[in-house]
């Protein structure tokens, strides 16, 4: 007892350390929450903060924007798996084959790469905490590297999943089995957004309840960097009065565009004057951005439905917009965009995925809709478009909403409370 005394009094003479490391593409969404605890004044108050991160051009770009200040980057030049399977052949079935011989083959070399590397890491700068940031689950292969890099080098870790855990209904998931129970019994603790996406991911890793909890994210809401005027010259909108939608996310199915795209088609059909006082505007890039503007052109949509590519800041866009529609169609958790267009005092149309319907009240602060479906889609729109007023006094709403729960400040909080739970129980 007395030797457990003198620990917690060290403990508290020190600064702890606590590490982030993240995998993705290009700096999305779900690393939002890693830039505001890296930047809380009350984190840095009490730790030591470091974070690595698999080095791409694209995602530095990000961390150049998002992760200035006092913060120890560690990048890690980890080859992007997609880069080392071999080219497509011209069977779609030989070449499913083949991707999955070769994920199997060449995903075992690679993890034990990236574990080596990342326990080394984590020996050098022995922090107490490592915490993984994963866009989903399985999902990238570092941040599985990292959580059993952190147990090999005897550091306790959380592992923050933001998706829906894919299940092993497909083949390619069959191989991963083994690994997931390396990943459940490494990790002390898994984080998602939504209570939706904790019991899916209890479910397939099979984790007891206590090792499996929601914390819900927040938001820093950026300033605009140019004028509204601005905003709307540049995005060709200087004359028009009507109501402005924006879609805002990665140009990928589970994004729902097509979806809302429907719905338009089914607005200018059936409500041709409607339609007369609508704009969309979709930002973001993505794999299906040549089909999406097919689909605008053969929709005749063409006057009405703008893609801009990727948004800088978004909060220049935000600032222009009446209305964010989220048509996710699935695989979402707790979508930080929506919380950015409540904390800029934006209706929302979102699907009933996931952590939306946490995030929105329907008929209070937005609209909810059926998943896939544009009837639903269309009649939201058109709901807000025959009451011009109800789009402000929703967005009103729903600037409250976030005020009292989902502003950056309140969402460290409940990780501090985590992190400090977990200090504890060391």
């Known amino acids: 007892m007395y030797a457990h005394g003198l620990s917690l009094l060290g403990n508290a003479m020190r600064r702890l350390k606590i590490h982030y490391h993240s995998d993705c593409a ?15 004044p009350v984190i840095q108050a009490e730790f030591t ?46 070449r499913r084959i083949i991707r999955l011989l070769s994920r199997v083959l060449f995903t075992g070399p690679l993890l034990v790469y990236e574990v080596a590397r990342l326990a080394r890491l984590f020996r050098r700068l022995s922090p107490d905490l490592v915490h993984v940031n994963n866009g989903g689950y399985p ?31 497909h083949p390619r998931r069959w191989f991963g089995y083994a690994l997931d129970r390396l990943i459940a019994h490494s990790v002390g603790c898994f ?38 005027a601005e905003t709307r010259r540049r995005l060709g909108l200087e004359g028009f009065g009507g109501l402005l939608f924006a879609v805002v996310g990665v140009l990928e199915p589970r994004k729902g565009h097509h979806v809302l795209l429907e719905a338009l088609h089914r ?4 409500q041709p ?5 609508i704009r969309v505007v979709l930002a973001g890039q993505g794999p299906l951005e040549r089909s999406l503007r097919q689909q605008i052109a053969d929709a005749g949509l063409e006057k009405h439905c703008f893609l801009i590519g990727q948004e800088s800041n978004i909060a220049n866009l935000f600032a222009v917009v009446d209305v964010l529609i989220a048509p996710s169609v699935g695989y979402e958790d707790f979508p930080n965009v929506i919380l950015e267009a409540m904390g800029s005092g934006k209706a929302v149309i979102a699907s009933r995925v996931a952590g939306a319907v946490e995030q929105v009240v329907d008929r209070e602060t937005g609209l ?20 011009r007023n109800l789009a402000g006094e929703l967005g009103s709403n729903g600037l409250r909403r976030f005020q009292g729960l989902f502003t950056a400040e309140r969402a460290v909080g409940r990780y501090l409370e985590l992190y400090r739970s977990l200090m504890e129980a060391q």
């Not at 004057?273 to 006082?277: L, T, V």
């Not at 639903?376 to 729109?381: F, G, N, V």
């Open 267 to 270: 607005v200018r059909l059936c």
């Open 139 to 169: 999902a990238a292969l570092s941040p599985r590297a990292a959580a059993l890099a952190a147990y090999v080098a005897g550091v306790p870790s959380i592992m923050v999943v933001n998706n829906l855990a894919l299940g092993y209904d």
């Open 49 to 94: 903060i470091s974070f690595s991160y698999r080095d791409s051009a694209l995602y530095r770009e990000g961390v150049r924007a998002r992760m200035h200040g006092d913060v120890c980057l560690y990048p890690m030049a980890f080859p992007d798996p997609s880069s080392v399977l071999p080219a497509p052949v011209a069977l779609r079935s030989a």
């Open 368 to 387: 909810l809709v059926t998943p896939g479906n544009s009837d639903e889609l269309a009649d939201a729109i058109c709901h807000l478009c025959n009451n």
């Open 191 to 228: 984080i998602t957004g939504s209570i939706a996406a904790a019991e899916r991911l209890q479910r397939v890793l099979r984790l007891p309840a206590r090792r499996c909890r929601s914390i819900q994210s927040g938001a820093s809401m950026r300033s605009p960097s140019e004028t509204v």
């Open 273 to 277: 004057e409607s339609m007369q006082a």
């Open 26 to 40: 290009f700096f999305a969404g779900c690393e939002n929450m890693l830039a505001n605890m890296c930047f809380s």
